[in-house]
């Protein structure tokens, strides 16, 4: 075994796949997996935390494994498998709701508030012990690193804190792991609201750019997305959130610099800029959308049964471990 850095990430296969998890979490992934021995998953048991509809569910998971393998995921050299096919994930949640989380640690938990709102009673239970089942997933592949979006500092804290907890109560059991968030595009807003973050579950699809989108559509959001008062193209997170949004969006997808942009951009109008930042968008999807759709069913397919058993061999043998130092094996 060489002595690489392991890294862990994943993402729900809960809706359309956009341009801000692309950005925040997979396009650092694909980097990554030069230098580190990785682990990416598509978490369906996550996913069921809000309602999904079967057929559509299965629907995506293929989508997901499709978009890994479109974004440049290589499953020679990484791990690709859906969760729900590795039971480890679910045993080793339930131990660690019992003998690492706490309710204070979950009551914490921004993501859970700000997704359920004032509906917290009619929320599942899954929604917020979500983070658990997240660090049961990062804790069972001895993760050193976790490359995710701003949004989920805060799960990869938690486990983190559980990791640190087990270790000291049964000696040490786990790596304690690392979140790993880029500086720029770690948290793409909203193309109507910059004061939200563009999400998948957003009911307004106005709102984000899906990876598989129209390509004409995804050119009409840029048009129509927000703009701040004034006209000049700068970078200024608190006065111009919505251009400081548009130019990360552009820089990362566009493969530039941002005080290039604004250079480049002195002296030009709103409209100009975004009719620009449409067609990089544009070109970004089309030749993604090419790779994609030379991906057969069969490659899916492949993809996660060798997956699965690779992710399996490993988590069985934490499992055990863990089972054994807490009593239960
Ligand atoms: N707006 C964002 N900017 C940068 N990164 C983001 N990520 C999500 N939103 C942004 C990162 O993408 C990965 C995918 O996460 P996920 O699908 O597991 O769920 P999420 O974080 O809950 O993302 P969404 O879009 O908000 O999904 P829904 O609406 O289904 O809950 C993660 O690494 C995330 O940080």
Redesign the pocket.
């Known amino acids: 075994m060489d002595n690489k850095k392991i890294l862990f ?4 296969p ?2 359309s ?2 341009i ?2 692309y ?4 396009s650092q992934w694909v980097k990554m997996q030069e230098k580190y021995r990785c682990v990416f998953s598509i ?1 369906d048991y ?2 069921i935390t ?1 309602k999904q509809d079967p057929q559509t569910l299965r629907q995506q998971i293929k989508e997901m494994v499709k978009i890994y393998l479109a974004a440049g995921i290589d499953p020679n050299k990484s791990i690709i498998f859906q969760q729900s096919s590795v039971s480890a994930h679910t045993e080793l949640a339930w131990i660690l709701n019992c003998c690492g989380a706490r309710m204070a640690d979950l009551n914490k938990m921004t ?1 859970f508030k700000d ?1 359920v709102g004032a509906n917290q009673e009619s929320a599942s239970v899954g929604l917020f012990d979500y983070p658990v089942l997240m660090a049961a997933d990062i804790l069972l592949y001895s993760t050193d690193l976790v ?6 500092k805060q799960h990869v804290e938690l486990a983190r804190d559980i990791a640190k907890r087990i270790n000291n109560q049964f000696g040490d059991l786990f790596v304690v792991p690392q979140a790993v968030i880029k500086e720029e ?5 909203s193309l109507l609201n910059p004061d939200n ?6 009911p307004n699809q106005n709102n984000s750019i899906a990876l598989l989108d129209n390509i004409d559509l995804a050119k009409k959001k840029i048009m129509k997305a927000v703009t701040d008062s004034g006209t000049e193209i700068v970078y200024d997170k608190e006065e111009k959130p919505a251009i400081a949004n548009l130019l990360t969006i552009y820089a990362q997808l566009g493969n530039r610099e941002i005080p290039r942009l604004v250079k480049d951009y002195k002296g030009k109008g709103y409209g100009d800029f975004k009719k620009d930042l449409a067609e990089v968008v544009a070109k970004f999807l089309n030749d993604f959308q090419d790779k994609y759709n030379k991906i057969s069913e069969k490659e899916v397919e492949n993809v996660l049964r060798e997956g699965a058993r690779r992710a399996e061999k490993i988590a069985k043998s934490k499992l055990d471990e863990i089972k054994k130092a807490i009593g239960v094996k």
């Open positions: 990430s994943g993402v729900q809960s809706g796949f956009n801000a998890g950005i925040g979490a997979i978490v996550h996913a809000v993501q997704k490359p995710v979006g701003e949004d989920q595009g770690a948290r793409i807003m973050k563009m999400s998948k579950s957003d």
